[in-house]
């Protein structure tokens, strides 16, 4: 498996942007699916955004479509989530998850490697 830790959350005004880092190890990370998931106190985790291994499709829940964009760079092992617009129910713990596979994926279950996971908090 890889691991996967995450980097750049902290606090932003709302309608500010926030950039996070999610840095894999190994060397197979283009053959893994990479996604975005985010956990706000006293609810479930949910999915933000996944991008396929090559970079070339990507998927977004619809409260972030427009405002959030998932990249990666394969020759950093790096996956990126740009957060612009933020709004305070973007609030949460947001963590990065990777599984081996050519397709896209967006739920829970279909990823194997999760990271710990960096705070975004959004004041109003």
């Known amino acids: 498996q890889v691991q996967l830790v995450e980097s750049g959350g902290g606090l932003v005004q709302a309608g500010g942007s926030l950039g996070l880092s999610c840095l894999a190890s190994g060397r197979t990370f283009s053959t893994y699916a990479m996604g975005w998931f985010r956990q706000a106190p006293g609810k479930e985790r949910e999915f933000v955004a996944s991008?396929?291994?090559?970079?070339?499709?990507?998927y977004y829940a619809d409260s972030v479509k427009g405002r959030f964009t998932i990249s990666r760079d394969n020759a950093k092992n790096t996956v990126y989530l740009q957060m612009n617009t933020l709004k305070p129910e973007d609030t949460a713990v947001y963590y990065c998850?990777?599984?081996?596979?050519?397709?896209?994926?967006?739920?829970?279950?279909?990823?194997?490697?999760w990271g710990q996971g960096t705070q975004v908090t959004v004041s109003s």
């Open positions: 998850a990777a599984r081996s596979g050519a397709s896209i994926y967006y739920t829970i279950r279909d990823y194997t490697s």
């Open positions: 991008i396929s291994r090559a970079g070339g499709t990507t």
